[in-house]
């Protein structure tokens, strides 16, 4: 015949309560230090769901890890010989398109420029790098009093915030100082430009 012993609360011989029922099923007194054993459910840690793509946070609930992840990275190359006398800014080729997945993404772009020559060494090759039609990064006078300096490179770098999920294009652009001749990609040179979507 089974026995039953109801205790609302369990003191230690100095008096001091060990344990102790609200009648309800919770109980009071016992130290995490007395799990020496077995292994607590993740339910029991805190609320959310947890899995292999969550983590427990400090308030006691499962989140999964914040912005910084990388959600795509493209890459474009051209080895077209670009060569303009235009004070003005023209397309050099290197150009590439992204459709974020969400506003809230950043694009990283990263365009490398090489085989840059000029024919005069008062002209000097300028570069700009463009979301769309708005400028996000620029060098400019590359080779300015230096004539027929070849395979000098250039790097334009830029952090943008397209906030949209429709496709973005990102281009290069050059122009010279003066009217003579600028060039890029001599010498068999590749340049290229990649980009990056930074969740948020």
């Known amino acids: 015949m089974a026995s039953t012993i109801q ?34 459910a993740t339910a029991r840690l805190g609320s959310g769901t947890a899995s292999s793509s969550t983590f427990l946070r400090g308030d006691q609930t499962y989140a999964e890890a914040g912005g910084g992840k990388i959600g795509q990275v493209l890459s474009a190359t051209s080895t077209t010989t670009t060569s303009t006398s235009s004070t003005s800014y023209v397309d050099t080729g290197v150009t590439i398109t992204i459709t974020p997945s ?46 027929g300096q070849a395979n000098v490179g250039v790097v334009l770098q830029a952090l ?12 290069v652009q050059i122009k010279n100082r003066e009217a003579t001749a600028a060039v890029m990609n001599t010498a068999n040179d590749s340049s290229n430009i990649t980009v990056s979507e930074v969740l948020a």
């Open 160 to 171: 943008s915030s397209p906030s949209t999920t429709s496709a973005v294009t990102y281009k």
């Open 7 to 40: 205790v609302d609360t369990i003191k230690d011989i100095g008096g001091n309560t060990m344990l102790e029922s609200n009648g309800s099923g919770t109980i009071t007194g016992l130290p995490a230090s007395a799990v020496s054993s077995g292994t607590i």
């Open 102 to 147: 969400a506003t809230s993404s950043k694009v990283l772009v990263s365009a490398t420029i090489l085989g840059i020559s000029a024919t005069s060494n008062t002209g000097a090759a300028s570069f700009q790098l463009l979301q769309d039609s708005t400028k996000i990064s620029e060098t400019i006078n590359v080779l300015y009093n230096i004539t």
